[in-house]
């Protein structure tokens, strides 16, 4: 079973762009979650997806923002990129089933804004 | 809100000795989870172990073991045996009973292993 992807691996911006990344979760997957993970904040929430619908959001600018779609992919967005947006952004997706499903994680994509 | 605490920033162990990560939370919550995360130089967070805050017992794999003290909010981590391949970041984290999946870690540890 393939694990969680995510696209892309790298990616280099300016100040003010905007960018999308993306996330497929492993088959069967219906949740979603979003991670920032940076040197000196380590890692933080971003949100949570099931089923399309926004579950939980972490304590970030309205500069990010997700979705999921009806297939349980996962795209999130940050528009006007600032410099403090370069960050290891990692995907996680579950089963969401009873008791304490696991969190399987992608890669990251590692985004830097100059 | 909860809060993890990882006090050692960095440890290192010996090949094929033990070494004892360490972690506190604070929570208001009975009911919980915890776990531990590897992060390797590839960056995927791996799943080491995890623990039910209702589960008196210990969890264990393999080499892997914790220390859950329920009443002192802590959560151990021992690795036994160290081998090369377990030189990593390490991560504690903790998880609500709520509907919620989302995660609370800690701020790591970097676990060096030396031959």
């Known amino acids: 079973k393939a694990g969680v992807t995510q696209t892309p691996r790298y990616l280099i911006k300016t100040r003010g762009q905007q960018v999308t990344l993306s996330c497929s979760p492993i088959?069967?997957?219906?949740?979603v979650s979003w991670y920032q993970q940076t040197p000196g904040q380590g890692l933080q929430f971003l949100f949570e997806?099931?089923?399309?619908?926004?579950?939980n959001k972490g304590n970030f600018p309205g500069r990010f923002s997700g979705r999921q779609f009806s297939n349980s992919r996962s795209e999130m967005n940050v528009s006007t990129l600032e410099l403090g947006d370069s960050a290891l952004y990692l995907c996680?997706?579950?089963?969401?089933?009873?008791?304490?499903?696991?969190?399987?994680f992608g890669n990251g994509t590692r985004l830097t804004v100059t | 809100a909860q809060t993890v605490t990882q006090s050692q920033p960095e440890m290192s162990v010996q090949e094929a000795e033990t070494v004892t990560l360490s972690c506190t939370y604070d929570?208001?919550?009975?009911?919980?989870?915890l776990f531990w995360y590897k992060q390797p130089p590839s960056r995927q967070m791996i799943l080491v172990i995890r623990?039910?805050?209702?589960?008196?017992q210990n969890a264990t794999e393999n080499r892997f073991s914790v220390n859950f003290q329920k009443a002192a909010k802590s959560f151990s981590l021992k690795i036994s045996d160290s081998q090369l391949g377990d030189a990593a970041m390490y991560f504690c984290?903790?998880?609500?009973?709520?509907?919620?999946?989302?995660?609370?870690f800690g701020k790591g540890t970097k676990l060096t292993v030396n031959p």
């Open positions: 996680a997706s579950s089963y969401r089933g009873e008791g304490a499903s696991p969190l399987h």
């Open positions: 088959s069967g997957h219906r949740s």
């Open positions: 997806y099931f089923s399309e619908t926004q579950r």
């Open positions: 929570t208001s919550e009975s009911d919980y989870y």
């Open positions: 623990q039910e805050a209702y589960k008196q």
């Open positions: 984290a903790y998880r609500g009973q709520g509907g919620s999946e989302k995660l609370v």
